[in-house]
């Protein structure tokens, strides 16, 4: 008798586990992200999940990730072809990849009435294994920039590393307007927000120190390459990063390792110098 109890008490907590794996991937599913999307300036809700992407338009949903083999890896939206709507770029790759197989472009209009979606543009990037997807405005010229985060090897830089790709969106397709091999080091993660409101983004990047431990280093866009234009102190990891937009201007919020503690540091410019002489990104007291 005793031995059945042991039996169906393992039993419950063999269900109970199975129960909680079942609900914890499920919660997940459900746990969507909002974001806008403007169209003929009224704003659009936009969801979206590792595998669900869709528009709501008046109570309608439309789906835009058809293909249940594929999964989300990445999405931004931004008006692309400087027609005043934005339009809503995704990197899709095999279920379960870090890594996107091919970025799709979809327009949206009205016709009769109707709320539509388009495809403007689909392309296998698969071999230079693309991670992330960003518009920015680098050199305000008001034609948006597309940026590809991949993980390639070139013919300088042999060993497989994270790389900028920088394209513009010229008579339906991606055109190259600066792929690097790297920046100045090999970075982990970029962002991008106009900090000095000269109508151009800064390239964010979080990068690798020369002797360990990592920088967030500030790049703004001269012509034909980046120039440096701040960086911070190093940290031991950077495990968060956000852009806070405020009254006084934009700062970084960032969750750190530093002396081998876990703190959030505010991060904004300055005129200090750093010893590469370049402009400090100041930790704020
Ligand atoms: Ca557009
Ligand atoms: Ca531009
Ligand atoms: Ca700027």
């Not at 990730?65 to 999964?71: F, G, R, S, T």
Request: net charge negative; glycine share 6%; aromatic share 16%.
């Amino acid at each position: 008798m005793i031995i059945y109890k042991k039996h169906s008490l393992l039993f419950l907590i063999i269900t109970i586990l199975g129960v909680l794996t079942l609900i914890t991937p499920f919660k997940e599913q459900t746990d969507y992200n909002l974001s806008v999307l403007y169209f003929d300036g009224k704003k659009y809700d936009l969801y979206y999940s590792p595998t669900k992407l869709y528009v709501d338009y008046n109570g309608t949903t439309y789906n835009l990730l058809i293909d249940k083999k594929n999964e989300l890896i990445d999405l931004t939206i931004g008006d692309i072809n400087s027609d005043g709507n934005e339009e809503i770029l995704i990197l899709v790759g095999s279920k379960g990849s870090l890594y996107g197989n091919e970025v799709i472009i979809y327009d949206f209009f009205i016709d009769s009435n109707d709320f539509k979606i388009q495809e403007i543009y689909r392309n296998d990037i698969s071999t230079v294994k693309p991670w992330k997807i960003k518009t920015c405005e680098i050199d305000n010229d008001d034609q948006m920039e597309i940026f590809i985060a991949v993980n390639k090897s070139t013919y300088y830089y042999p060993s497989i590393e994270n790389r900028p790709f920088f394209f513009n969106f010229k008579n339906g397709i991606l055109v190259k307007k600066w792929t690097g091999s790297k920046v100045r080091a090999p970075f982990t993660d970029v962002y991008f927000a106009d900090i000095n409101n000269n109508g151009s983004d800064e390239f964010i990047v979080i990068e690798e120190a020369d002797n360990g431990g990592f920088v967030i280093a500030v790049y703004y866009w001269f012509g034909f390459g980046f120039i440096l234009q701040a960086e911070s102190l190093v940290y031991d990891t950077i495990k968060d990063f956000s852009i806070i937009h405020s009254d006084k201007g934009i700062y970084f919020e960032i969750e750190a390792m530093k002396n081998g503690k876990l703190i959030t540091i505010i991060l904004e410019p300055s005129t200090d110098k750093t010893k590469n002489g370049i402009y400090l990104l100041k930790e704020r007291s």
